[in-house]
């Protein structure tokens, strides 16, 4: 199962329940290397007898997907996508919340910068847009047996006693073009 979406989609949350269902994780975060690198290291894992696996990456572009559907392919298993659909600006606010957890305040260009060297997860807005830039919607030619849109949900997190200021667009979604559908 390939899980996708941009930077602070989700991912980390969705990914959970596979883990907990069995499904071996890799994740380029957790193992390091390139998607490229992330692909080789599944196929080695289906190759000592893996046969559930979910990886979680931002995967924007259908190049990046296709390694993974070819090493499953490969290993007679279905290339199966989840495409977590939190629009920009909800992804922004998480990117925020995931930065006021980590530090207890939203870091400064400079500080997000020398951050973004040792701590994964921590980036500037702009790789969020970039992401958007960059994002080929998952497609069923692409070779996927199968493509799960799933909308994004905000649930309140427990302990959060600070306040957070959300653009009004984050609560509403109204991004424009935020919401996507696959067949």
């Not at 893996?50 to 290339?79: K, Q």
């Not at 996508?81 to 920009?88: A, M, N």
């Not at 020398?114 to 790789?127: D, I």
Request: proline share 4%.
């Amino acid at each position: 199962v390939l899980l996708m979406g941009y930077t602070g989609a989700g991912k980390t949350t969705a990914v959970r329940p596979w883990v907990d269902a069995g499904y071996h994780r890799l994740n380029r975060d957790v193992i390091g290397g390139s998607l490229k690198e992330v692909a080789e290291r599944l196929d080695q894992d289906l190759a000592t007898g893996v046969t559930r696996a979910i990886l979680d990456n931002t995967y924007a572009r259908r190049s990046a997907r296709n390694a993974v559907i070819e090493v499953a392919w490969r290993h007679g298993l279905p290339a199966r996508c989840v495409w977590l659909q939190t629009d920009l600006a909800q992804a922004q606010v998480n990117a925020c919340q995931r930065m006021l957890d980590r530090f207890g305040r939203l870091l400064e260009p400079d500080e997000l910068k020398e951050a973004a060297k040792t701590t994964p997860n921590t980036y500037a807005p702009r790789v969020q847009h970039g992401y958007r830039a960059l994002l080929e919607d998952p497609e069923l030619d692409e070779g996927f047996t199968e493509i799960l849109a799933e909308p994004f949900v905000r649930r309140p997190a427990a302990g959060h006693g600070r306040g957070l200021i959300v653009a009004a667009a984050a609560l509403l979604g109204s991004e424009s073009g935020a919401s996507r559908a696959t067949s």
